[in-house]
């Protein structure tokens, strides 16, 4: 599957964002703030914590001009420039997620802090030194050229500047039918171990990298999301359609199960340029 129709048939998207921010205001969408949309607008793992890990582990400050590489609806910019007060480049590759987060940030009055670009996290259109930081959230295991996407991170960064990441780490009894699943059902490619995103991350110019295991914290959030998603059976497949909520929760249960077995998991990763 290519990564574009995967995030077409994605269960999260601005319209279902702003649909549960008005459920939850009584349909009044007015005056957001980028506080209304987090619970709704982070799809990642571990929320604004997983976040702010990783803009500590980047060394984000107020200064800072971070790129955010893959960043999807933009929920994580939002919140780096509400928080951190930094300016973020929102780097977006599918065309819907790319109009819906600027459109998101105009909504909440940070347009002026977060600008969404799209472009390819394999060919990064910024010139060399342009940012403080750079920050990504499970996005890498759609990228099949890694090394690419590393490297062009490096380029981008100013000397010294911090790469701080998540993604899925493959764990040595994921088997290659399963990778070939990962692959058709949820564009996930070239999914790699924390010891060979090291050496990427090392063969890509980073100094004092740093790698976390995941895995148990991941197991424990993924297993009350697929909870969760089956909870809101009735609601999500009222407004997605009952064969779209079903494929979403078969691919999703297939997915956890391979985190509750142990062959796949979730890894946090940094360096230096």
């Given at each position: 599957?290519?990564?574009?129709?995967?995030?077409?048939?994605?269960?999260?998207?601005?319209?279902?964002?702003?649909?549960?921010?008005?459920?939850?205001?009584?349909?009044?969408l007015?005056?957001?703030?980028?506080d209304?949309?987090?619970?709704f607008?982070?799809?990642?793992?571990?929320?604004?914590?997983?976040?702010?890990?990783?803009?500590?582990r980047?060394?984000?400050?107020?200064?800072?001009?971070?790129?955010d590489?893959?960043?999807?609806?933009?929920?994580?910019?939002?919140?780096?420039?509400?928080?951190?007060?930094c300016?973020?480049?929102?780097?977006?590759?599918?065309?819907?997620?790319?109009?819906?987060?600027?459109?998101?940030?105009?909504?909440?009055?940070?347009?002026?802090?977060?600008?969404?670009?799209?472009?390819?996290?394999?060919?990064?259109?910024?010139r060399?030194?342009?940012?403080?930081?750079?920050v990504?959230?499970?996005?890498?295991?759609?990228?099949?050229?890694?090394?690419?996407?590393?490297?062009?991170?490096?380029r981008?960064?100013?000397p010294?500047?911090?790469?701080?990441?998540?993604?899925?780490?493959?764990?040595?009894?994921?088997?290659e039918?399963?990778?070939?699943?990962?692959?058709?059902?949820?564009a996930?490619?070239?999914?790699?171990?924390?010891?060979?995103?090291?050496?990427?991350?090392?063969?890509?110019?980073?100094?004092?990298?740093?790698?976390?295991?995941?895995?148990?914290?991941?197991?424990?959030?993924?297993?009350?999301?697929?909870?969760?998603?089956?909870?809101?059976?009735?609601?999500?497949a009222?407004?997605?359609?009952?064969?779209?909520?079903?494929?979403?929760?078969?691919?999703?249960?297939?997915?956890?199960g391979?985190?509750?077995?142990?062959?796949?998991?979730?890894?946090?990763?940094?360096?230096?340029?």
């Amino acid at each position: 599957m290519r990564v574009d129709d995967f995030y077409d048939r994605h269960p999260i998207s601005e319209h279902e964002v702003l649909a549960a921010v008005a459920r939850r205001r009584g349909g009044d969408l007015s005056q957001l703030s980028p506080d209304d949309l987090f619970e709704f607008d982070q799809d990642h793992y571990g929320g604004l914590q997983a976040v702010d890990e990783l803009a500590s582990r980047a060394g984000i400050a107020t200064a800072s001009h971070v790129l955010d590489v893959c960043a999807g609806l933009g929920g994580p910019a939002r919140f780096l420039a509400s928080r951190r007060r930094c300016r973020v480049l929102a780097l977006e590759h599918h065309a819907g997620r790319a109009a819906g987060a600027a459109r998101l940030n105009r909504l909440v009055g940070l347009d002026g802090q977060v600008r969404t670009v799209r472009g390819d996290a394999t060919a990064l259109p910024f010139r060399d030194g342009s940012f403080n930081a750079c920050v990504s959230q499970e996005a890498f295991l759609h990228v099949a050229d890694k090394l690419a996407a590393l490297a062009g991170c490096h380029r981008v960064l100013v000397p010294g500047g911090r790469l701080a990441f998540t993604d899925w780490i493959a764990h040595a009894t994921l088997g290659e039918r399963e990778r070939a699943r990962l692959a058709e059902w949820m564009a996930a490619t070239t999914l790699q171990s924390l010891e060979g995103y090291r050496a990427l991350l090392g063969r890509a110019g980073f100094v004092g990298v740093e790698s976390e295991d995941l895995s148990d914290e991941w197991r424990s959030i993924l297993r009350a999301r697929l909870a969760r998603l089956r909870a809101m059976r009735r609601d999500m497949a009222a407004r997605l359609g009952e064969a779209r909520f079903g494929e979403y929760e078969q691919l999703y249960a297939f997915f956890v199960g391979l985190v509750e077995e142990g062959k796949l998991g979730g890894g946090r990763f940094s360096g230096s340029a």
